[in-house]
């Protein structure tokens, strides 16, 4: 990924399609990037990416967080960029197997991954803090160029841009509702994923202008 439109992507966890269109044309004009994941999906089906990238041209993430052996990681990033992802975000955990045949696949459709090293909970610490830079290491040793890590665990956010070097694109949950500063964050991540601040809000027009008031 090389840029990202007010450094902003949007993470959309609603399991309705039609408050998820509503909610995209009123934000539209301020985003070209977009996270989906389960929540949408399952509920409303794949072609919901289409119908995202059809009606506003974003660039869609597809938040999976794949985890699987690599035979079934294969088979989901397939039917994902079958209908028109971009990116799809993949565990590290499972090993370089698992998230080669991901990146494999993304590449057959000159597409590409997103590699999870941390989440942004509390409870993601009891397992990933003392793994989340060797899962990094992992990654570059395959040439990924694609992070997600959190703006929560800003210590060590910025431990990992200095593993990653200024070349690599990170992209930091976190903020707002769970607390991440986020132009404290943008010292060392490339965009922001932000959901619940901007589509629970009374108006989500107004606090997406907020936020990128915030951060200039």
Do not use: W
Not at 1 to 21: C, E, P, S, T, W
Not at 184 to 212: F, H, M, Q, W
């Amino acid at each position: 990924m090389n840029k990202v439109k007010n450094n902003i992507i949007l993470a959309v966890d609603l399991m309705d399609i039609l408050k998820v269109y509503d909610l995209c044309e009123d934000t539209y004009k301020y985003i070209d990037t977009i996270k989906i994941g389960y929540p949408l999906t399952l509920s409303e089906g794949l072609n919901s990416i289409e119908i995202l990238k059809e009606n506003f041209d974003f660039t869609v993430i597809c938040d999976y967080k794949l985890a699987d052996i690599p035979a079934t990681n294969e088979k989901i990033a397939k039917l994902s960029y079958d209908e028109g992802a971009d990116y799809i975000i993949v565990h590290g955990f499972v090993g370089p197997d698992s998230v080669k045949a991901c990146l494999d696949v993304a590449k057959s459709y000159d597409k590409d991954i997103f590699l999870l090293s941390q989440m942004s909970h509390p409870g993601a610490d009891m397992f990933f803090k003392s793994v989340s830079e060797e899962i990094t290491k992992m990654g570059l040793s395959l040439g990924i160029k694609n992070y997600v890590f959190p703006s929560t665990k800003i210590d060590r956010l910025s431990k990992i841009r200095d593993l990653v070097g200024e070349d690599s694109f990170i992209i930091s949950p976190g903020i707002g509702t769970q607390g991440g500063d986020p132009k404290e964050t943008l010292k060392y991540a490339n965009a922001l994923i932000i959901g619940r601040s901007i589509y629970e809000a009374p108006d989500p027009e107004v606090a997406i202008k907020n936020i990128i008031d915030s951060i200039k």
